[in-house]
């Protein structure tokens, strides 16, 4: 068997398969990329090939447009395998929004898994995680730290509908992520019987839109746009985090200040952006479940992208794994929200 570490590397473009000349989600403009998911931090703009699951070339098309002519996009359906040169690849569900995938790759004889983002907490708007066995499990750590437990969403989602009982005059003006956080929270708030109509944002539209027409049921959503002063009271409004505390929010009547996020967990980060009411709803793999992975997978070396790395990477070696880390600049959720 060849090893992975022979023909894996990371390159200033990002992480590169020399047999396969392709990179996985690269951070610059290359000849041939397989994108693990649309969040802008993964995807980008430039490339002369990509691969990916259709639903992400969709969501792709969606938020990059224009930026895209000149891309040439192969779409690959999970489990479905391709030859790239000389490495073998196949995409597998990585649960953390819709379409995103874990990228399998084989070559000589080792099998190495690229897992992009991910979490193994239910989603209605996504497939479930797939633990594939693996020579190298690469991962993520963006809450590889023991102090980063997520609650179930669903009992998240309960606080937004208990706060709107309680305060019915009042409008709830929720941030959330255009891709993934948004539709995963109506679905949730679906299942949990609200029924009623959901407001949006503008900047969120074109990404539900796309859910929708790629068969995921979000129930009636409206734009806020349009809507008179004081008919918001009693109502959910869904707005990209960064709107919070903008002008855009001011014709709402005395928003309760909600933000679904992860980082939630951090009551200081909550108190900073001025909100009220903070949900622990995040999309990546908290701590037990980055552990829980390692063992579903059996690789016996763990590579990490990007996070709270040295934290990860010691329970690792405690576990008799090998760790390494690659120190990838440029993922994140920061970078998520930037282009959101
Ligand atoms: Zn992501
Ligand atoms: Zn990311």
Sequence with gaps: MTHPRDWLCVRAEGLYCAPGDFFVDPLRPVARAVITHAHSDHARAGHGAVLATAETLALMQTRMGESLAGTALQALAPGERVTLNGATVRLHPA??????????????????????????????????????????????????????????????????????????ERAHLVGCYALGKTQRLIAVLRELGYDDPIYLHGALIPVCDTYERLGVRLGALLPVAGTAQGEMAGRIVLAPPSALGDRWSRRLPDPVTVMASGWMRVRQRAKARGVELPLVISDHADWPELLATFDDVGAPEVWVTHGEESALIHAAEQRGLVGRALRLIGYGEAAEEEAA
């Design 95 to 168: 649960g953390h929004v819709l379409g995103s995938a874990q990228v399998a790759i084989e070559h000589g004889g080792g099998r190495a898994v690229v897992s992009g983002d991910y979490k193994r907490a239910a989603d209605p708007t996504c497939a479930s995680f797939e633990p594939v066995t693996c020579d190298v499990f690469i991962t993520e750590a963006t809450f590889g730290l023991p102090v980063f437990t997520h609650p179930p969403a669903e009992r998240e989602a309960a606080k937004l509908l208990d706060s709107l009982r309680l305060f019915p």
